[in-house]
C-alpha cells in the first residue's frame, strides 16, 4: 500500500517534471549541445533557475528548523572524474541522464540506443561497484561538506549563492534574451 | 489549461517550477533524479541471473520505487505537453544531420549508446546525475554536488567541440 501511494506520487510530481522538460526544450540536442557550444543558454537559464528557487525553498525550510538533508559526500577525485565521464556522456547522447526519458515522451528514436546504454552503464558499474568503492573510499577527502561549512554560515552563504545567481540570470538574459534561443529553433 | 496548450514556457518560469519541487520532494523524503532507480533494478535483474534468486540487499527501497514513478511521468509529461501543444518533432532531431560529419543513422545511434552508457557510469561514479547532483544538490549547498557540475560542463564543452 505504502509502495502504491510512493509510486503514484513519483508519476503526479514525475508527469509535472515531464511537461517542463518539454515546455522548456531542454530535451532538443540543439539546446543541450547549442549550452555546450556557448551558441544557446537555455539549459544555463532553467538549471539556475531551478537551483536560484530550490535554495530559496531549503532557506524557508530551515527557518522552520526543518533538518536539511545532506546526502552527498565530497571526495574530490571520484567526483571529478564522475563529472568528467557525466559530461562527455551528455555530450554524446545529446541528453541528460533525467531528459533522457523525456525525449524517450517525445518519440526521439536514439533515446532508445541511449537507453540502452545507459542500463548497459548500469550492468557494467554493477559488477566493478565493490571494486570502485573501496576506490572512492580510500580517496581524499571523504566526508560531507556543505558550502556554508567553510566559514560564512548557512544565512549568509545562502543569501550570497541566490544573489549571484540573479545577478548572472540577469546577465545572461541581457545579453541574449530567452525568446531568440527558445523561439527561432522552435524545434530545431 | 491555456498555460499548458502554449509551445513553450520561459525557461525561468520552468526553471522556478522544478525548483518548487524540492517542497513535495522534501516532504516525502525522496531525491529528484533518476540513475539511482535504474542502477536498483538492473541490480535485481542481474543478481537473479547469476544466483538464481532475488537478493534483499539491492531490492529497491521506497525512495527507488518512487524515482521509477518518477521516470514514468517524465516519459508520460513529455508526451502530454506535446499532445496538449500539438508541436512536432522529426523521430531524430535534425540537429544530428548538421553536427555529425557524413552523417547516417547508424552512426547517430554508436553515439546514442556510449553516450548513455559514459553518463551513466559518470553518474553512479559521481552518486547523481544533472538533477539529482546540480539541482537537488547545489540547491542543499553540497560541495561535492558543485565539484561534479563544473567538471561536468567543462567536460561536456571540450566534447561538444567536436561536432561541426
Known amino acids: 500500500m505504502v509502495i502504491f501511494f510512493t509510486i503514484l506520487m513519483g508519476i503526479m510530481m514525475g508527469t509535472a517534471v515531464g511537461v517542463i522538460f518539454e515546455k522548456s526544450k531542454v530535451i532538443d540536442p540543439e539546446q543541450l549541445i547549442g549550452q555546450f557550444q556557448l551558441r544557446r543558454f537555455t539549459m544555463l537559464k532553467v538549471f539556475l533557475s531551478a537551483i536560484g528557487t530550490g535554495i530559496v525553498v531549503y532557506f524557508f525550510f ?32 545529446g541528453t541528460c541522464p533525467s531528459t533522457l526519458f523525456g525525449q524517450l515522451g517525445a518519440g526521439y528514436k536514439d533515446a532508445r540506443f541511449v537507453f540502452l546504454g545507459a542500463v548497459t552503464g548500469a550492468i557494467i558499474f554493477y559488477y566493478s561497484k565493490p571494486a570502485l568503492q573501496i576506490w572512492i573510499k580510500e580517496c581524499w577527502p571523504h566526508e560531507k561538506l556543505r558550502l556554508d561549512e567553510l566559514g560564512l554560515g548557512y544565512n549568509l552563504t545562502a543569501v550570497l549563492v541566490v544573489c549571484s545567481i540573479v545577478f548572472v540570470l540577469y546577465l545572461l538574459e541581457r545579453y541574449r534574451p530567452w525568446r531568440v534561443d527558445t523561439e527561432c529553433q522552435h524545434i530545431d | ?55 534483499t540487499t539491492c531490492l529497491p527501497n521506497l525512495k527507488n520505487w518512487w524515482q521509477i514513478g518518477l521516470i514514468l511521468g517524465i516519459i508520460f509529461g513529455a508526451w502530454l505537453s506535446i499532445k496538449l501543444s500539438g508541436s512536432v518533432r522529426p523521430s531524430i532531431a535534425l540537429f544530428w544531420k548538421k553536427a555529425i560529419q557524413n552523417y547516417s543513422n547508424k552512426k547517430r545511434y ?55
Open chain 2, 1 to 55: 489549461m491555456n498555460f499548458l496548450r502554449q509551445k513553450y514556457w520561459s525557461p525561468y518560469v520552468a526553471g522556478g517550477l522544478l525548483g518548487l519541487l524540492q517542497i513535495p520532494v522534501f516532504f516525502l523524503d525522496a531525491s529528484l533524479g533518476s540513475s539511482g532507480a535504474l542502477q536498483s533494478i538492473v541490480c535485481v535483474f542481474s543478481n537473479f541471473l547469476t544466483t538464481n534468486n532475488i537478493s
Open chain 2, 110 to 164: 554508436f553515439l546514442a549508446f556510449s553516450g548513455g552508457f559514459l553518463f551513466f557510469f559518470g553518474a553512479r561514479l559521481a552518486d547523481g546525475c544533472t538533477m539529482g547532483n546540480g539541482v537537488s544538490g547545489i540547491s542543499l549547498l553540497s560541495v561535492g554536488s558543485l565539484v561534479v557540475i563544473i567538471s561536468m560542463f567543462v567536460s561536456g564543452i571540450l566534447t561538444s567541440r567536436f561536432y561541426r
Open chain 1, 62 to 93: 530551515n527557518l522552520f528548523a526543518l533538518e536539511r538533508l545532506n546526502w552527498k559526500v565530497f571526495s574530490l577525485l571520484p567526483d571529478l572524474l564522475g563529472g568528467a565521464l557525466l559530461g562527455a556522456g551528455i555530450a554524446l547522447a
